[in-house]
């Protein structure tokens, strides 16, 4: 079992930037990876960015250019850095993380993307990130 807790959320103004940050405890001597994911009122969960536990790492289209992620498996810790936020960014974040590795997969275009959270098994409680215009 792993337990994920996120950190980090806020509101903040367009243009504006947020670092979230997931921590991980349990089980976390597995080779897991892990990613962001977020649901909007009314929207499906969809995913953000992932990290391998070898450190790939993998977008969606949205986040590429503004967010990044990153991981300190010392500290069993994810961030996420989002800059240049957008109204559209506003949902609740969360982190989620699975003994799968990879957490990424090539699409048919070659890029590399999260898988889908239908993959992932431990999820945190969420955090919110409103951005207004």
């Known amino acids: 079992q792993v337990q994920?807790?996120?950190y980090g959320?806020?509101?903040?103004?367009?243009?504006?930037s947020l670092r979230?940050?997931?921590v991980a405890s349990g089980n976390t001597n597995s080779r897991y990876c892990w990613g962001w994911f977020r649901q909007a009122p009314g929207q499906e969960r969809e995913g953000v960015a992932a990290i391998d536990a070898d450190g790939s790492t993998a977008y969606a289209d949205s986040a590429k250019g503004?967010?990044?992620i990153s991981q300190d498996r010392?500290?069993?810790t994810m961030y996420l850095q989002m800059?240049?936020?957008q109204p559209s960014d506003t949902a609740m974040y969360?982190?989620?993380a699975d003994t799968?590795?990879?957490c990424g997969v090539y699409n048919d275009d070659y890029t590399y993307r999260p898988r889908p959270p239908s993959d992932f098994t431990y999820w945190g409680q969420g955090t919110q990130v409103t951005v207004s215009s």
């Open 20 to 22: 979230l940050s997931c």
């Open 83 to 85: 800059n240049s936020l």
């Open 4 to 6: 994920l807790v996120e």
């Open 66 to 68: 503004r967010f990044t």
């Open 100 to 102: 799968e590795d990879p």
């Open 9 to 16: 959320g806020g509101s903040v103004q367009s243009g504006g």
């Open 74 to 76: 010392a500290k069993n």
């Open 94 to 96: 969360y982190c989620a």
